[in-house]
């Protein structure tokens, strides 16, 4: 790691907190929404229900700036991202761009935005065409927006190949001659044809190997900071999201829980989901003493009919009767750094140390265990 | 030693050539003792468990080579029907993916039953019995009423569990389980592999791990065989290798990995990719990938160097594994 290297990251590190009143955020979205219908009945179909994939979040998204958006499978994060490149129309809520409302822009007048609004997918095999050459992939961006950059289409796509650490001889191949790291690399140089101001990375990197991994993430730094680019990087592994991200989001069952600056969320977390979710990974340190684990009971509920009041209650070993009916806003908790947003009746403590008393080791198993004797219907898990 | 897995060779015909997936692996467990098998894609890591299993598809593979001594039989020169009392009863694997390992049309009570019903002989009502029982083991709730719902109606971690449940039915002496956790979220994970970590212990089981998390590994066990193009680098017990790796890949691995503790700063990446099976490198197969390679790398297979240096016993297959290990 040079020099050079870390200057740069102090730059990125610092950025939020250079970021002043007169700085507008470049993304906005509040109180955004997507429920699926459920069809159901014969012989019409009719809608029975509604999975509440995304159920109200609020947050932005800074020029130049990463967001990491965390959470289990089926929390919401995805679909998060679908809405932001408004591949999904969202239910509720609205969407800013720039200080625009494009919530529910048509065609028309999203074209000049989708060029500045890129994505990048987890699976680098289906997400790239495999009867198009890289070239023909590559340039395709530049083709539906007509732009020509000096030079011509190829000159560019080749210069993007080298950008993103590939041979640009490999302008005519096929994606099946690349490995899954290389195919990820075409996908971060399509994303970055154009030049976007925002792109929303969806686990671009949960489908690689670990050596490679770490490539394609060293890529993706080397891009937003030599380019300038926002980005909402959404995964599940909480070690990539914190070597990524400036701030983080965790979500749970479709609400934002917990929003913060990284270092104060992953040192301070007072979310107790938030905890539980950092106590939970494991690490590869085993010098590091053994730090408590919070094992948390069961799974995740079902986003068709969630929980009253607190989501997570279910789960949550502090959890009271305020929990189920009172559902906790997204606010700055006293003791909390500025921007630090918890939605929690009975958050955690703001430091480490006091932390470690108040957690009971495994009630939920205890829980599940007591059910189970009692022979009660839990039969919905 | 339960088990221990001598000098085995593996390949495979494919359009492309012969692919030589594992190229003389040893490694050995013990009863109560879990070793992990690390290694990315292509690393020979599964297919060495499928050649233990018996599971293999010979075509389009082949073991060309080696023994594989459980309670010290060869296994390799067991007949078929011989080999089936020794799978399941004997030694059983859980699979990564639950949901297409069990089978959906089946309700969860009718396979974990059809273990006693098949190798014990019993009724189909004291096998539900007995699925019951073991459902309630793994901790699955109300599993009385769940043991009629079908693989389906159960999430990932709970199948998961299920797998756990059929592995353990008829008490092996060995587990394999390959990725078990992969397919999880991370607290679900953590569940799951404190549940096999538990009931190994109470059965006094060998554990063979497989595994590309480290930090799965970390806290389950108790050594470490790190895998690459066929072939194990290094082996070693847990805590020693996390301190101090002998072999350039397993640093690259370690120091690979972006860390709650870090951020920012740019990861060390292993430059370059996994090596295709059909043309591994001469010499050493990560000397391409390798920091420290030298000439030597390059035309001398590196046999793994007894690099033990406290009590337990440690390996490396690298030339340079003392510049390694202390540089």
Known sequence: MSDNTKTTTAVADDFPQQRDGDTAPLLKVSGLAKHFPIKGGFPIKRTVGHVKAVDGVDFEVYPGESLGLVGESGCGKSTTGRLLTRLYEPTQGTIEYRGKDITRANRRELAPIRSEIQMIFQDPYASLNPRQTVGTIISGPMEINGINPPGGREKRVRELLEIVGLNPEHYNRFPHEFSGGQRQRIGVARAVALQPKLIVADEPVSALDVSIQAQVVNLLQEVQREMGIAFVFIAHDLAVVRHFSQRVAVMYLGKIVEIADRDSLYNRPRHPYTHALLSAVPEADLDADKKERIRLEGDVPSPISPPSGCRFRTRCWKAQDKCATEEPPLVQLSGSREGHLTACHFPEAGSTEARAEDIVMDPGLKAMEDDADGGAAVSKG | ?327
């Open chain 2, 1 to 327: 030693m339960l088990l221990e897995v001598r000098d085995l060779h593996v390949e495979f015909h494919t359009r492309d050539g012969v692919a030589k997936a594992v190229n003389g692996v040893n490694y050995g467990v013990d009863a109560g003792e879990t070793l992990a098998v690390l290694g990315e894609s292509g690393s020979g890591k599964s297919v060495t468990a499928q050649t233990i299993m018996g599971i293999l598809d010979v075509p389009p593979g082949r073991i060309t080579a080696g023994e594989i001594l459980f309670e010290g039989r060869d296994l390799l020169k067991l007949k078929e029907d011989e080999r089936r009392k020794v799978r399941g009863a004997e030694m059983a694997m859980i699979f990564q993916d639950a949901l297409s390992s069990l089978n959906p049309v089946l309700t969860v009570g009718d396979q974990l039953g059809e273990m006693f019903t098949v190798h014990r002989g019993m009724s189909r009502k004291d096998a539900r019995a007995k699925a019951v029982e073991l459902m309630d083991r793994v901790r699955i709730p109300a599993a009385r009423e769940r043991v009629k719902q079908y693989p389906h109606q159960f999430s990932g971690g709970m199948r998961q569990r299920i797998m756990i449940a059929m592995a353990m039915a008829l008490e092996p002496k060995l587990i394999i389980a390959d990725e078990p956790t992969t397919a999880l979220d991370v607290t679900v994970q953590a569940q799951v592999m404190d549940l096999l970590a538990e009931l190994q212990r109470e059965l006094h089981m060998g554990l063979i791990l497989i595994t590309h998390d480290l930090g799965v590994v970390a806290d389950v066990a108790d050594k470490i065989a790190v895998m690459y193009a066929g072939r194990i680098v290094e082996t070693a017990p847990v805590h020693d290798i996390y301190k101090a790796p002998a072999h350039p890949y397993t640093r690259g691995l370690l120091e690979s990995i972006p860390r709650l503790d870090q951020k920012g700063q740019e990861l060390y990446a292993i430059k370059g990719l996994p090596p295709n099976l059909t043309r591994i490198p001469p010499g050493c197969a990560f000397h391409p990938r390798c920091p420290m390679a030298q000439d030597v790398c390059r035309t001398d297979v590196p046999p793994l160097y007894d690099v033990t240096e406290s009590d337990a016993e440690r390996g490396s297959a690298c030339h340079f594994w003392r510049e390694c290990l202390h540089g």
